[in-house]
C-alpha cells in the first residue's frame, strides 16, 4: 500500500495531498497511519526528516473531521478535541504551519499556546471553539492550573520530538497532561531515537500502544553522504576555512558542543569577512528567533549552533552540516545529521574528528553501515 490514496481518507485530505503534490508516503507515515486512523495507540520511531508531523496530522485531521461530519463537532470553548504537544516553540510553529496547510479545506481550527510567548498571547490563543492545541508542556499546565483550558474531551493525545522533551525532565509533565485527558483517549509519541527517559515514558504510559520502527530508524537516511576530517593539533578553523571556500547548494548548519564555541566560533568567521548568525541557549529570543528565520529565508548561508538547533527545526534547504565539534552521545549526532537530507533530498555531513573523537565514529560507522 503505497499511495495515500489507499489509506483511506477523507476526500478534503486526499484533494489538498494531491493539489500539494504528495503521491507517495514516506516509510513512517506507511507503517503508522493506518493504525491512527483506525484510532489505535501508537509509539512511531523514525530518522529525523522522514515525515513523522504528517504521519499524525493527517490521521488527526481524518478523524476529527469525520466526528463533526457525524454530527458530534465541538460545542464548548476552550475544550480540544486532540492536543500535540512539543518540546519548544520553534518546533511547535512548525507543527502548527504543516496542519493548517490541510485545515483550509476541512476547517478544523488549530490553536497554538507555547512557551516564550507572553501569557496573555496564550489566553488570547484558546478563546473559542477549536479542535487541535499545540503546546509546549509547560505553558499547558499554567492554562490547566489557572483552569483556562479543559482536556477532559481530548480524543487524541500526541507527544511529538519525545527524546527531546525528555532531556528537560519531562516525564511528571507528561503525566499530569494525560491525567487531565479521558481514560479512553488514543495516544501517539513520535521520536528519532528511544533513550533510557523515552523507554520509561513508553513504559509509563504506552504500555498498549503499537510499537512502529521505519526501516531508517537509528540510521543514516541514504540520500545523506558523510565526510570525516582529522583534525591535527586542534586546529579546526584552517579546515573549516578550506571547506566554505567551496560552494554548496543550501545553507550550512555548523555544530559546536557550547555556548562559548558557538560564539568565539561565530567571532572568528566574522573576522574572516564570513557573514554568519548564531542559534543557541542564552541569548535574547527575539534575535533566536531572527536569526534563524534569516538563515531559513536563505539571507543567511551560515548558521553556528550548539545542539539547540539539532532536533526539531526543519529548515528546507540545508545541503551541508558540519561537525565542528562532534557532540559526546550518538544520539545527538543522529539528529544534528537529520537536518540535512530531509524529505529524500541530498545532504552531506562533514565531521572533524580528533583522537577523543574515536568512540563515537566507531558507533557512527555503525549506523552507517545499516
Same mark, same amino acid.
Given at each position: ?8 481518507? =477523507? ?19 506507511? &507503517? ?14 523514525? *530518522? ?55 485545515? !483550509? ?40 492550573? &489557572?483552569?483556562?483550558? !479543559?482536556?477532559?474531551? %481530548? ?21 499530569? =497532561?494525560?491525567?487531565?485527558?479521558? *481514560? ?18 513508553? &513504559? ?26 582529522? =583534525? ?24 559546536? @558542543? ?58 528546507? !534547504?540545508?545541503?551541508? %552540516?558540519? @561537525? ?6 550518538? *544520539? @545527538?549526532?543522529? !539528529? ?13 555531513? =562533514? ?20
Amino acid at each position: 500500500m503505497n499511495p495515500f490514496t489507499e489509506l483511506g481518507l =477523507i476526500p478534503t485530505l486526499q484533494s489538498t495531498l494531491k493539489d500539494k503534490k504528495f503521491t507517495k508516503p514516506t516509510d513512517i507515515q506507511r &507503517r503508522s497511519m493506518p493504525a491512527l486512523v483506525d484510532g489505535r495507540s501508537v509509539v512511531g520511531v523514525a *530518522e529525523t526528516g522522514s515525515g513523522k508531523t504528517l504521519a499524525y496530522a493527517l490521521p488527526l485531521l481524518h478523524r476529527l473531521k469525520t466526528l463533526e461530519d457525524q454530527g458530534d463537532a465541538v460545542n464548548a470553548e476552550a475544550c480540544p478535541r486532540a492536543a500535540v504537544i512539543v518540546p519548544t516553540r520553534e518546533l511547535g510553529e512548525q507543527v502548527s504551519k504543516v496542519f493548517k496547510e490541510f485545515t !483550509h479545506t476541512t476547517r478544523l481550527r488549530v490553536r497554538t499556546v507555547l512557551g516564550g510567548t507572553t501569557m496573555e498571547i496564550a489566553r488570547r490563543n484558546i478563546k473559542g471553539q477549536f479542535e487541535i492545541v499545540v503546546a509546549t508542556p509547560g505553558r499547558l499546565i499554567q492554562l490547566l492550573d &489557572r483552569n483556562l483550558i !479543559h482536556l477532559g474531551d %481530548v480524543r487524541t493525545l500526541i507527544f511529538d520530538e519525545a527524546d527531546q522533551m525528555l532531556d528537560q525532565g519531562f516525564l511528571e509533565s507528561a503525566k499530569r =497532561i494525560a491525567d487531565a485527558c479521558p *481514560e479512553g483517549r488514543q495516544m501517539a509519541l513520535f521520536s528519532a531515537t528511544v533513550s533510557t527517559q523515552v523507554q520509561e515514558l513508553i &513504559r509509563t504510559l504506552f504500555a498498549k500502544a503499537e510499537m512502529i520502527r521505519s526501516k531508517g530508524s537509528n540510521r543514516m537516511v541514504e540520500t545523506l553522504t558523510t565526510d570525516n576530517r582529522l =583534525i591535527k593539533d586542534g586546529k579546526r578553523f584552517p579546515v573549516l576555512n578550506k571547506i566554505l571556500s567551496k560552494s554548496t547548494k543550501g545553507g550550512t548548519l555548523i555544530f559546536t @558542543n557550547t555556548r562559548e564555541q558557538c560564539d568565539k566560533l561565530a567571532e572568528e568567521l566574522h573576522s574572516n569577512d564570513y557573514t554568519c548568525v548564531i542559534y543557541r541557549g542564552e541569548m535574547d529570543k527575539v534575535e533566536r528567533r531572527r536569526n534563524l528565520k534569516e538563515f531559513r529565508d536563505g539571507k543567511v548561508d551560515l548558521l553556528i549552533s550548539t545542539d539547540l538547533a539539532s532536533r526539531g527545526i526543519d529548515v528546507e !534547504h540545508v545541503g551541508r %552540516v558540519i @561537525n565542528y565539534h562532534l557532540p559526546k552521545q550518538i *544520539e @545527538n549526532y543522529i !539528529h544534528r545529521s537529520g537536518r540535512t537530507a530531509r524529505a529524500g533530498r541530498e545532504g552531506l555531513v =562533514i565531521n572533524f574528528v580528533t583522537e577523543r573523537d574515536q568512540a563515537l565514529m566507531k558507533q557512527v560507522e555503525k549506523i552507517n553501515k545499516k
